[in-house]
């Protein structure tokens, strides 16, 4: 069971991790992309909270990559026996039910950089051009 649960759950990270990379890359909406090409004084902040998302989402995604990747070497130096070739449903399941846990942890991190990131932007915008908000 153990085995199922360790090779599934290093699958539904890389899955996971590779949702919010996607989601970092594609995030950036019409008007954002806009935005930043439009030549103008002053900042956006809907740019700031696009672009402050990205980052948080691929801090994140990379960080379940890494640990996808140790789970999944972990799962090479274990030793196989030959009991460890049929597949638990009950070991996949409970991957299931650590990814969700997982995953929900992780987006709360990735809302959190996010926001933080966010907010300094904005105060370093305010610091640099006061009532400059464009």
């Known amino acids: 069971m153990l085995r199922t649960l360790v090779q599934s759950l290093a699958l539904l990270l890389t899955l996971g991790a590779s949702v919010l990379l996607v989601r970092g890359n594609l995030g950036m909406g019409l008007s954002a992309i806009v935005e930043l090409s439009t030549t ?5 902040l809907d740019v700031a909270r696009s672009l402050a998302t990205q980052q948080a989402d691929s801090r994140v995604g990379v960080a ?26 009950s070991g996949f399941f409970f ?17 959190h950089l996010a926001t933080m990131t966010y907010e300094q932007a904005k105060r370093s915008h305010e610091a640099r051009a006061p009532g400059g908000a464009g």
């Open 64 to 89: 379940l990559l890494l640990l996808s990747a140790v789970l999944q070497g972990a799962n090479l130096l274990w030793p196989m026996r030959i009991s460890d070739f049929r597949v638990s449903g």
């Open 95 to 111: 991957a299931v039910g650590a990814f969700g846990f997982i995953m929900g942890f992780a987006w709360l991190i990735s809302q």
């Open 40 to 44: 103008k004084i002053g900042y956006s």
